[in-house]
């Protein structure tokens, strides 16, 4: 297992550091992720997904339980540097508004190494759908949808062995929808990339996952294997289902 | 008499000349719902921004807006602030910023509400309260408390849409409400828009890129490709039977996961890769 998470928790105060009572948003969480795995987390808002998210890129500590990486705890900065990137949900925030496109792809790869010329970016935007012409233009000259392939461009570019996807393509529209995934299962095919895909879009996560879990209120209702959907246990997965295929 | 009538509109960035929308034209009657879909980058926020008089102070537009036959161009910023929210009621994409930052969810919504109706504050906590419950928000005093920062962008979602069922405007124009929002609470929301119009019969502009959802609300469709309207028509028919290959292609794209899907779920066997 390259990525094992040991029953972690974690709560937030609730009216800011000083407050008192505290708003537990996972509980006993455990998850295991394989190497070039693909696996999607599906819950309503609010069921803490984003949060597990940010636990499992390091960004945020859990209050209780670990988070390895190889063995190694996954808040050394050392060991998530290009091993696992992100692509947020938030496209407006995670684009610094003083870089140009061009930027914004190369600054991952001045901490990773590694060189990208103008012709592989173009080719990363093309896959994208996007062209060359993007890449002096800055954040806030593009739509919701632009920015958001533009993270998905640089998120690919340091060839991570895991991308955390939270809600990455629900802002995108479906023809752009459907190039992103089949983007992202080619690069699955070519590098051996994995994935953990955090989005309420279950047809995507079918499509793109091997294993689904469902989360809902901090826990992890059930997991289950994409060819097994079908099979689903639990009252609220089968509910989640039912009102898809509705 | 259309309720809502864009004709000829045409908008620029005025720093650079760029023509973002050449020229586009459309109407909306009483009650009527119509979706405008289309790639990201279409132009579909900008034409919703447009309507509100909301675009940023660089970007220009000429043409005519008219609401019951006012120009909305004409109204000074003072009668148009009086529109938006009683008249027009926006949702917006990006609930996070749609918020005052600094207050509680539920002081700012009672501010907005004491602009536009003398009600007594008991009075509007009722209304709100009603609202809210009806579109999934059970506890309704706890997310009155929260700051924008503490609430998921689904609940903002759902918060504004709440909002727009008490003011029961003439027009909701509603960008990308459904985006943000999980598969279950997406048809609870959807479900409220449907009754929203049964309801008060506003007329509502349903920007989306979810066919899906699209099908399941409105009446028109109207199809939008880099700031040109390339098709409208019915529902069923733009879903069903396009005329225009852009159209088909959306359709298309969404359709092959649905199917993926539908296979998955009725058992049949599913190349994986």
Same mark, same amino acid.
């Given at each position: ?23 537990? *948003? ?28 940010r ?23 050392? %060991? ?16 610094? &508004?003083?870089?140009? %496109? ?9 901490? *990773? ?25 800055? &954040? ?15 998120? *690919?570019?340091?060839? &991570? ?15 752009v ?25 279950i ?11 469902? %989360? ?31 | ?11 620029? /960035? ?12 459309? $109407? !909306? ?28 102070? @660089?970007?220009? $537009? ?28 926006m949702?917006?994409?990006n ?27 008991? @009075? +509007?906590?009722?209304?709100?309260s ?8 059970? =506890?309704?005093?706890? #997310?009155?408390e ?10 903002? $979602? ?7 069922? #008490? ?14 929002? /999980? ?12 009754? !929203?119009?049964?309801?008060?019969g ?12 699209v ?7 109207? #199809? ?15 879903? =069903?039977?396009?005329?225009h290959?852009?159209?088909?292609? !959306? ?12 296979? !998955? +779920? ?8």
């Amino acid at each position: 297992m390259l990525l094992k998470v040991e029953s972690i928790s974690k709560s937030y105060r609730r009216n800011g550091w000083l407050g008192g009572e505290r708003h537990q *948003v996972l509980r006993e969480v455990s998850l295991e992720w394989k190497k070039g795995e693909s696996l999607g987390i599906i819950g309503e808002s609010g069921s803490g997904k984003s949060t597990l998210g940010r636990l499992l890129l390091g960004i945020e500590k859990p209050n209780q339980g670990s988070i390895t990486w190889n063995g190694r705890p996954i808040t050394d900065r050392r %060991v998530r540097r290009g091993t696992i990137s992100v692509v947020f949900q938030n496209y407006v925030s995670s684009i610094h &508004p003083f870089y140009t %496109v061009r930027q914004a792809l190369l600054e991952p790869l001045k901490h *990773v190494g590694g060189q990208l010329g103008t012709k592989d970016m173009t080719e990363l935007l093309c896959q994208v759908g996007l062209d060359e012409s993007y890449l002096n233009k800055y &954040p806030h000259e593009l739509s919701g949808g632009e920015a958001q392939r533009v993270c998905i461009a640089r998120a *690919v570019a340091s060839v &991570p062995q895991c991308i955390l996807l939270d809600e990455a393509i629900s802002s995108l529209d479906g023809s752009v929808q459907m190039q992103v995934l089949e983007l992202l299962k080619q690069l699955k095919e070519t590098y051996e990339m994995g994935y953990i895909f955090i989005t309420h879009d279950i047809q995507a996560a079918a499509y793109l996952c091997d294993r689904i879990m469902f %989360v809902r209120g901090g826990e992890i209702v059930e997991t289950v294997e994409t060819t097994q959907l079908r099979h689903v246990q639990t009252e609220y997965a089968k509910e989640l289902l039912h009102k898809v295929l509705s | 008499m259309s309720l809502l009538e864009v004709e000829h509109i045409k908008i620029w /960035d005025g720093r650079t000349g760029n023509v973002l929308i050449p020229d586009s034209s459309f $109407q !909306l009657s009483q009650g009527e719902c119509l979706a405008i879909v289309g790639e990201s980058g279409s132009g579909k926020s900008l034409t919703c921004k447009a309507l509100m008089r909301l675009n940023r102070p @660089e970007i220009r $537009q000429s043409g005519r807006i008219s609401l019951y036959g006012v120009d909305l161009a004409s109204l000074s910023d003072k009668e148009m602030r009086r529109y938006r929210g009683r008249r027009m009621c926006m949702i917006m994409q990006n609930g996070m910023r749609a918020f005052d930052p600094s207050r509680p969810v539920g002081a700012f919504l009672l501010e907005v509400l004491s602009i536009h109706y003398d009600w007594s504050r008991s @009075e +509007m906590i009722a209304s709100l309260s009603t609202a809210m419950i009806s579109v999934g928000l059970k =506890n309704f005093s706890v #997310v009155m408390e929260r700051y924008p920062h503490e609430l998921s962008g689904g609940m903002l $979602q759902r918060v504004m849409i709440a909002l727009a069922i #008490v003011m029961e405007p003439d027009v909701i124009i509603a960008d990308e409400p459904t985006t943000a929002l /999980d598969a279950v609470t997406q048809y609870e929301v959807v479900e409220q828009f449907v009754h !929203l119009r049964g309801r008060i019969g506003s007329a509502i502009v349903f920007v989306s890129h979810d066919l899906e959802v699209v099908r399941r609300i409105a009446d028109d469709v109207l #199809v939008m490709k880099d700031g040109v309207i390339v098709e409208r028509g019915k529902t069923s028919k733009i879903l =069903n039977d396009a005329s225009h290959s852009y159209t088909r292609f !959306l359709v298309s794209s969404k359709e092959a996961l649905r199917r993926y899907y539908m296979q !998955l +779920m009725e058992g049949t066997d599913v190349a994986k890769g």
